[in-house]
């Protein structure tokens, strides 16, 4: 019961306007995982966009050309399918052959692992091809815009009420 008191003398300690800040944080992130998280942004709408056009092939890899890529990003010549990588694949589209280099995004959590086939998609010209693993800076930070929305309102709300008390 002590360290229940000694907790409501801290609350009470600090202005009203904090205690009602902190309570914004829930519902702001219940906000960001109901409506924000929801959203395609980046690579995710870029891929929607090709395949509403109907602007999607798959690509076959070239043995031949497939690298190990370290984390200083030298290359090596890899057989086995479990780093990161990047590769030379071709693709047709319509009766002309492509071939494009693709690469996983390193800052991912383990890199894609190579396969032998992949989907690939583009949106305007075929020579500009991506595939699901590129790289998604655009995603990257709307995540973390995400995450930070929350703590972000709190500040603004704090400010706003202590000025209207002022």
């Not at 306007?17 to 219940?30: A, C, K």
Request: net charge positive.
């Amino acid at each position: 019961m002590n360290d229940f008191n000694m907790f409501i003398e801290e609350v009470k300690s600090h202005p009203w306007q904090l205690n009602v800040g902190f309570l914004t944080i829930i519902p702001s992130y219940i906000f960001v995982i109901k409506v924000l998280s929801n959203k395609k942004v980046g690579l995710k709408r870029k891929i929607d966009k090709a395949v509403k056009k109907g602007n999607t092939a798959q690509a076959t890899i070239l043995r031949d050309e497939a690298y190990k890529l370290s984390r200083n990003r030298s290359r090596s010549v890899h057989n086995h399918l479990s780093e990161y990588y990047s590769a030379k694949y071709t693709y047709v589209v319509n009766g002309k052959t492509y071939c494009k280099k693709f690469s996983s995004d390193p800052t991912e959590h383990s890199g894609s692992p190579l396969r032998e086939k992949i989907d690939i998609y583009w949106l305007n010209t075929p020579n500009k091809a991506f595939w699901s693993g590129s790289s998604d800076k655009i995603g990257y930070l709307y995540r973390a815009f995400c995450i930070f929305y929350p703590w972000i309102f709190f500040a603004i709300f704090v400010q706003v009420l202590t000025a209207l008390t002022k």
